[in-house]
């Protein structure tokens, strides 16, 4: 399938992707900024994070969670996400409340200053303290979102810390802090606004211009501190964490390459023959025949600058100890670092890719993300057309080469959650039992 895309600029450097597609009488409007928690400064992190429950605070026309209400009257649906290098905003509405959603999103692009206030910043504080309580200290295993990206990356690295921010930073953001960090990346000229499904081209672009062309472009936003990193981690890098949890978790990531890069996509090949779908390795042989893990996957964080991260994540099943698990997750990756791939298996993890990638695509909201995704960190939504063709292209020879190459104990960060001692002390006893039972 060949996704339909006419891209235009705005004098203000409003990046502007539109792909017209008449299937379903609704209409995606997908906003990407180019800012995440890696451009934040040491003692001002979370901003990125901050900012998405911001954004949905008032702006200049529209009052405090008034976007919400607004589009969901029309009969749409609307979120935002933050990542470490990009922050989204998205609605998905019926075909003539088009007009609606961008207007929306201009007025908070271009009038979110006037209406910030001390209250709603210390409102929103309190909102995303509480749902870092809620999501990553109170959570099982809720910190593994910080801890492998500062486990995988060094301090001084962009990627490096918690993409919530801390508590102590949050406290003390100020209005100051938080309307500059709007003026800076917050700008026409650092985003990328894609519109797909059910419109017509013309009438788009009109109303584009109409609601988007006065907005003054930035002043340019400061350059990332340096991204480079080796190409492994030359070294095996282990954290052990007690947490209130029943059974013990893997996390095993390996430095891999940069997404958008030929090796990229040997990579995420690699990753779902591991850990997708039931006819994996790990499905097959830690989940199914062994019984070791309850859950298993493996998959790449596709990171676009620098270096990406290629991630098997293994729940063990009870009575399993955390130092079997690990155990038994490296004995899998040293068979195939050992015997390698076959080519069945690498077709049958392209289909699954491509079966993923074109269900995507049929859908309005999720094919807009991708085109502004491609727009933003390669500036060219065409990509999105080139994806199949890249996956076919990977070969079971450059599988095997790339897992000799990254999957050794050179380049191994391990992040495995225990149970505290007294849980622990319940899954020893009971693997004993079940090791004596066996022995019977």
């Known amino acids: 399938m060949r996704v339909p895309i ?7 450097g409003l990046f502007v992707t539109l792909s017209e597609d008449h299937t379903a009488p609704i209409v995606a409007v997908n906003l990407w900024y180019h800012v995440g928690s890696a451009n934040e400064r040491a003692g001002r992190t979370g901003f990125a994070h901050l900012f998405e429950h911001m954004l949905f605070q008032g702006s200049a026309h529209v009052g405090a969670n008034e976007h919400f209400e607004i589009v969901q009257r029309a009969g749409g649906t609307l979120n935002g996400s933050t990542w470490l290098d990009r922050t ?22 271009g009038q979110l200053l006037p209406a910030m206030t001390q209250q709603k910043l210390d409102t929103q504080r309190d ?40 508590m102590e930073d949050l406290s003390e953001a100020s209005l100051e ?17 894609s519109i797909a499904g059910d419109f017509d081209p013309a009438e788009a672009r009109g109303m584009v211009e109409r609601y988007f062309g006065g907005i003054p472009r930035g002043g340019g ?36 390459p940069v997404f958008g890069s030929d090796a990229h996509y040997v990579a995420t090949v690699l990753a779902a023959i591991l850990g997708t779908g039931k006819g994996s390795r790990f499905q ?11 859950e298993a996957s493996a998959f790449t964080f596709d990171l676009a600058k620098a270096a990406d991260i290629l991630i098997a994540d293994v729940t063990a099943r009870p009575g399993i100890s955390a130092t079997r698990l690990e155990a038994e997750v490296v004995r899998e990756i040293d068979l195939l ?34 085109l502004s995704m491609f727009a933003t960190y390669f500036g060219d939504p065409e990509l999105v057309n080139e994806q199949t063709a890249r996956y076919q292209r990977v070969t079971a020879a450059q599988v095997n080469a790339l ?38």
């Open 6 to 12: 006419v891209t235009f600029r705005l004098a203000n």
């Open 88 to 109: 989204n905003y998205f609605e998905t509405v019926p075909s003539n409340q088009l007009a609606v959603a961008l207007w929306l999103e201009a007025d908070r692009m």
């Open 127 to 166: 909102v995303v303290k509480n749902e870092r309580r809620w999501s990553v200290d109170n959570q099982p295993y809720g910190t593994w979102w910080e801890r492998l990206p500062a486990l995988s990356f060094p301090p001084e690295h962009p990627f490096h810390h918690s993409l919530i921010g801390s």
């Open 177 to 193: 802090d938080v309307a500059q960090f709007f003026a800076t990346y917050y700008t026409p000229d650092n985003a990328v606004l």
């Open 221 to 256: 936003k400061p350059p990332l501190r340096p991204m480079e990193v080796p190409a492994r981690f030359g070294e095996w890098r282990r954290e052990v964490v007690e947490d209130v949890v029943m059974l013990p978790r893997l996390f095993l990531a390996f430095r891999a």
């Open 284 to 294: 097959h042989s830690l989940v199914r025949d062994r019984e070791i893990a309850s």
């Open 337 to 370: 670092r050992t015997n390698g791939v076959t080519a069945e298996e690498v077709e049958r993890a392209v289909a699954l890719l491509e079966t993923a990638l074109v269900s995507a695509l049929q859908s309005a909201g999720d094919r807009a993300d991708k």
């Open 403 to 440: 897992a000799r190459d990254l999957l050794g104990e050179d380049n191994r960060a391990t992040l495995l959650y225990v149970p505290a001692e007294s849980q622990a002390e319940t899954s020893a006893d009971a693997e004993i039992g079940e090791t004596a039972g066996a022995g019977r």
